[in-house]
């Protein structure tokens, strides 16, 4: 498998993970999988319910074995969750084995995209902006180590999002020769 292969995307909650994934899969002709939807296929329950019984550390535990099996696939899309890079193995399996991309939004940006949404339990206190704030402040680093392209969501539209990050995707596969990966070592053949 060469990083060529597989398509990761990173950013917190509310960054577009989910909906750049499915188009991306669509576009390059991949599989798309969202870690947070398997975690909760394998539960039978949404993950604030996973968080109620089990708490963070339980969520985190199953979202480390998903990512896991899920870069351990070939001609995938993956959306992580937000939190999935507190974990470094999850960090190493994202930088071994695809393309990262960190779609990166301001807090403010995020929030008024999630405000709404009652499936995010992390957002579930007093003032969620300020938790937006402090979760960027924490997991922006982490993103960014792992990232090999950072796309800023600002107020463009999904379609011109996508449209501009496949010309990067385009770009830089197009700039490695077969056998390379992403960051120029060879890959096994």
Do not use: W
Request: one cysteine or more.
């Amino acid at each position: 498998m060469s990083k060529r292969d597989n398509l990761y995307l990173v950013g917190l909650m509310g960054a577009g993970k989910t909906t750049v994934g499915r188009l991306l899969a669509r576009q390059y002709g991949k599989t798309f999988h969202d870690s947070d939807h398997e975690i909760e296929a394998r539960c039978g329950v949404k993950i604030p319910v996973i968080f109620e019984i089990e708490g963070e550390s339980g969520f985190r535990k199953r979202e480390e074995a998903a990512i896991a099996e899920l870069t351990a696939l070939s001609n995938v899309v993956l959306a992580t969750g937000g939190g999935a890079v507190l974990s470094l193995a999850n960090r190493e399996k994202l930088k071994q084995n695809g393309v990262v991309i960190y779609l990166r939004g301001t807090p403010e940006q995020l929030f008024e995209r999630t405000r709404h949404d009652r499936n995010r339990p992390l957002l579930q206190t007093a003032d969620p902006l300020a938790r937006f704030r402090e979760l960027y402040k924490q997991r922006d680093p982490l993103y960014r180590e792992v990232a090999d392209i950072v796309v800023d969501t600002g107020r463009q539209s999904v379609g011109s999002m996508t449209r501009v990050l496949c010309g990067k995707l385009d770009l830089l596969m197009s700039g490695l020769p077969d056998g390379v990966d992403i960051k120029g070592s060879p890959t096994k053949p």
